[in-house]
């Protein structure tokens, strides 16, 4: 079985600095793991994904997560935050089998001026 | 390009009044199609899957149901709506290497 913790169920930056956003999880079998974003009222939207390629992913509007298999990690990253990045992030993880998502419950993002 | 609709936006039902929310995908032919129910603080829960038609997989036993007459339809229904049936309901398709596409959600509110 698969699970996903998101660690902060807030978490409060100013505009301009670091966003880290915390994501461990657990797989019997090498993962395909995800961020999505979600705005209020509205679906999720992708991030950014890791299918095995290279461990520092790149995705939209300048977020990047760094998978480290040696400590179950996945964390999304932005080096800086602006008033539009404020919504709820969600990890999420797959065993590779053309099947489910496991969830996390979710990290709302405060930006601050 | 695909796309996925989802309708209505919101909704507000009385208790044990029917339930019906309807899902499609454009762009894309025998999707995996599922249906989420996301509650604050609790993340998304997975509510229903299918592989095709007619083949519903139920991950939870609950007051709800699903069925897919059409390829690239996908209907959330129940007979008697409870209270504890709010929240924010996605649809959702699948790629094979599992990456998500979402509708837009429906929030249902049960009085």
């Known amino acids: 079985a698969q699970s996903v913790t998101q660690l902060g169920s807030h978490v409060s930056v100013s505009e301009g600095a670091l966003v880290l956003l915390r994501c461990n999880y657990s797989?019997?079998?090498?993962?395909?793991l995800f961020w999505y974003v979600q705005y209020p009222n509205q679906g999720l939207q992708l991030l950014l994904k890791?299918?095995?390629?290279?461990?520092l992913v790149k995705g939209i509007n300048g977020f990047e997560a760094e998978f480290k298999k040696s400590e179950t990690s996945f964390h999304l990253t932005k080096p800086s935050a602006h008033m539009s990045d404020a919504a709820e992030y969600f990890c999420?993880?797959?065993?590779?089998?053309?099947?489910?998502?496991?969830f996390g419950k979710g990290t709302m993002l405060l930006v601050s001026p | 390009s695909q796309t996925i609709h989802q309708w209505p936006a919101t909704l507000v039902q009385p208790v044990g009044s029917p339930l019906s929310l309807e899902c499609t995908v454009e762009?894309?032919?025998?999707?995996?199609l599922y249906w989420y129910r996301q509650a604050a603080g609790r993340g998304l829960q997975l509510l229903f899957y299918?592989?095709?038609?007619?083949?519903i997989s139920s991950e939870v036993p609950q007051n709800l149901s699903a069925s897919r007459p059409q390829d690239r339809q996908f209907i959330l229904s129940s007979k008697k709506l409870l209270l504890s049936d709010s929240g924010f309901y996605l649809c959702?398709?699948?790629?094979?290497?599992?990456?998500?596409?979402f509708g837009q959600g429906t929030r249902l509110t049960v009085v």
């Open positions: 999420a993880v797959s065993d590779r089998g053309y099947s489910t998502l496991t």
């Open positions: 762009g894309t032919s025998n999707p995996n």
């Open positions: 299918s592989v095709g038609i007619g083949q």
């Open positions: 959702a398709w699948m790629t094979a290497n599992t990456e998500a596409f």
């Open positions: 890791y299918t095995s390629a290279a461990t």
């Open positions: 797989s019997s079998v090498p993962p395909y």
